[in-house]
T-cell receptor, first 111, second 113 residues
Framework: DQQVKQNSPSLSVQEGRISILNCDYTNSMFDYFLWYKKYPAEGPTFLISISSIKDKNEDGRFTVFLNKSAKHLSLHIVPSQPGDSAVYFCAASITGNQFYFGTGTSLTVIP | GAVVSQHPSWVICKSGTSVKIECRSLDFQATTMFWYRQFPKQSLMLMATSNEGSKATYEQGVEKDKFLINHASLTLSTLTVTSAHPEDSSFYIC?????????FGPGTRLTVL
């Protein structure tokens, strides 16, 4: 059973605009969430994280929002750049142990 | 950040042979490492958790006799795909968990002819 879901398999955004990637989870025990970026034939690289005690974490162009009541998190990329085109995975964990990944959203930033 | 390396990055082998993939933590000690498999257009699938000095914990549906994991030191875990078949062709990724963040190796692409 998929505990972490990314319901949009793909997303296209114009360069300079905002990209919003969404992620939903079912386990209320998850207390740590991460976003990974993955290029083809490479391992996913860590992008940004947030713990359940926060509702927002920002790092440069990347901001992650967490809505615990809705069991929803999102990744905002502003402004989007062509180099951001990749597959983005969200992941959730309990106490930072094993991570449960979503199925990924393929982002295409159009120049 | 922490660095995790994998070797080899690409391997092609004949059906029936065994292939060993190494996962190393370069600048930290990892008592726990994870092995993932990626199918095309799908998310990473956790195969097993590798524990230094003890047996690996396999996820449901993963054959432990097929995918042998050895975590002999704090910086090295190995995954051996025994008697590989074409259906084992995939992208295998390891990761480690220092500082409460998971860092992934670059992956190993296995192609079984």
């Amino acid at each position: 059973d998929q505990q972490v879901k990314q319901n949009s398999p793909s997303l296209s955004v114009q360069e300079g605009r905002i990209s919003i990637l969404n992620c939903d989870y079912t386990n209320s025990m998850f207390d740590y969430f991460l976003w990974y970026k993955k290029y083809p034939a490479e391992g996913p690289t860590f992008l940004i994280s947030i713990s359940s005690i926060k509702d927002k974490n920002e790092d440069g162009r990347f901001t992650v929002f967490l809505n615990k009541s809705a069991k929803h998190l999102s990744l905002h990329i502003v402004p989007s750049q062509p180099g951001d085109s990749a597959v983005y995975f969200c992941a959730a964990s309990i106490t930072g142990n094993q991570f449960y990944f979503g199925t990924g959203t393929s982002l295409t930033v159009i120049p | 950040g922490a660095v995790v390396s994998q070797h080899p990055s690409w391997v092609i082998c004949k059906s029936g042979t065994s292939v060993k993939i190494e996962c190393r933590s370069l600048d930290f000690q990892a008592t726990t490492m994870f092995w993932y498999r990626q199918f095309p257009k799908q998310s990473l699938m956790l195969m097993a958790t590798s524990n230094e000095g003890s047996k690996a914990t396999y996820e449901q549906g993963v054959e432990k006799d097929k995918f042998l994991i050895n975590h002999a030191s704090l910086t090295l875990s190995t995954l051996t795909v025994t008697s590989a078949h074409p259906e084992d062709s995939s992208f295998y990724i390891c990761s480690a968990l220092p500082y409460n963040e998971q860092f992934f190796g670059p992956g190993t692409r296995l192609t079984v002819l």
